[in-house]
Every structure is written in C-alpha cells, then in structure tokens.
C-alpha cells in the first residue's frame, strides 16, 4: 500500500515546481561561466521586475478605464450587445458565411422548384381554405341557433320577467320619495336588518 501511495507522490511531486536557486548557484550550466550566470540571473530578475510592473499598470488602467465608462454610463451590458454586434458583422462577411448562405440558398430554390414541394403546398393550401370554409359555416350555425333560442317562447319569457324586476327595482327607487318607505329612502339604499 504504501509503495502504490509512493508511487502516486512522487508523479505529483514532479509537477510541482522547486527553486534550485541554491544548488544552481553553485554549478553553472554548461558551456556557462560564472560571471555569465550571474549576468543571466540579473537580467531575468529584472525582467520580472519589469513584468510586476507593468502589471500594476494595467491594473491601473483598467480600473481608470471601468471609471470613464461608468460616468459615460457605458454598461458591460452596452459592450457585450456592441462586441455580438461587431463579431455577428464579421461573422456576414466571413467567407464560411457566405459560402454557406449560398449553397442554403441554392438548396433553399432546388426545394421550393421540386414537384414534391409544389405538391404539398398546393395540398397545404386547399386544406386551409376548406378549414377556413367549415369554420365559417360553424360560425353561422351557431349565430343562427342563438338567434332562434332568444326568439324562442322561453327566451322571450325570461327576458320579459328580467325586464319587469329590473323596472320594479329601478322605478320603485326612483319614484320613491318618502323616506319611510321599505323599497327605498330617496337617495339612500335600503338597509337589511333581517338576521340569518
């Protein structure tokens, strides 16, 4: 068990970078003398010191970048909506694009020319004009049922009855003046006092 977990360490182990500053120093790489060493090690480490920097500068830019837009009231929204913008136009004018828009195109008038197509259209076509017609003829169907039903001898009774409630209740209201009088109080509705 222990030789598997050994073995597992040691290819992590390999991964990991070690500095070798201390045992570098004391033998140069080939063909190197000592002085050109030191002259390398000087150089790198102030190109690391370069590179620090200019990180810190673009930081700083950046931040002072985030604060123009903000007062410009430029949104990451705006620059997302303007960067799809730019790359969907480059994407139209990319000869991939067109050359596919094209051969679509071409398969798009072999279709719409095939019998098949023409066939089916004209299918699709009857079909929605005989639905069109059966909808309309069930339209009048029903306007003349609803016509017949309010010309009906129970209609005309119901109506008639709906008609003298409703002209009892709104005359008796309207007529009424005395104020004592159980269907109305002149402005005043009725109140119910009746207990359920």
């Known amino acids: 068990m222990e030789s598997a977990s050994q073995g597992l360490l040691s290819d992590t182990m390999t991964d990991v970078p070690v500095d070798n500053t201390a045992s570098a120093r004391t033998s140069a790489p080939e063909g190197l003398t000592e002085a050109e060493e030191e002259e390398l090690r000087s150089?790198?480490?102030?190109?690391?010191?370069?590179?620090?920097?200019?990180?810190?500068?673009?930081?700083?830019?950046?931040?002072?970048?985030?604060?123009?837009?903000?007062?410009?009231g430029l949104t990451t929204f705006d620059e997302l909506k303007q960067n799809l913008s730019k790359s969907w136009h480059d994407v139209q004018g990319s000869n991939a694009y067109l050359s596919?828009?094209?051969t679509l195109e071409d398969w798009n008038e072999k279709l719409t020319q095939s019998e098949a197509y023409k066939k089916t259209q004209e299918t699709l076509s009857q079909a929605g004009q005989k639905t069109s017609a059966a909808l309309s003829n069930v339209g009048s169907v029903i306007s003349r049922k609803l016509g017949d039903m309010r010309n009906s001898t129970t209609f005309k009774s119901f109506e008639d009855r709906v008609g003298t409630i409703k002209s009892r209740v709104v005359g008796s209201r309207e007529n009424s003046t005395d104020p004592h009088s159980p269907t109305g109080s002149g402005d005043k509705p009725p109140q119910d006092n009746a207990r359920f």
């Open 100 to 102: 596919a828009s094209s």
């Open 43 to 72: 150089e790198l480490a102030k190109v690391e010191e370069e590179i620090g920097t200019l990180r810190q500068v673009l930081a700083a830019k950046e931040r002072h970048c985030g604060e123009l837009k903000r007062k410009l």
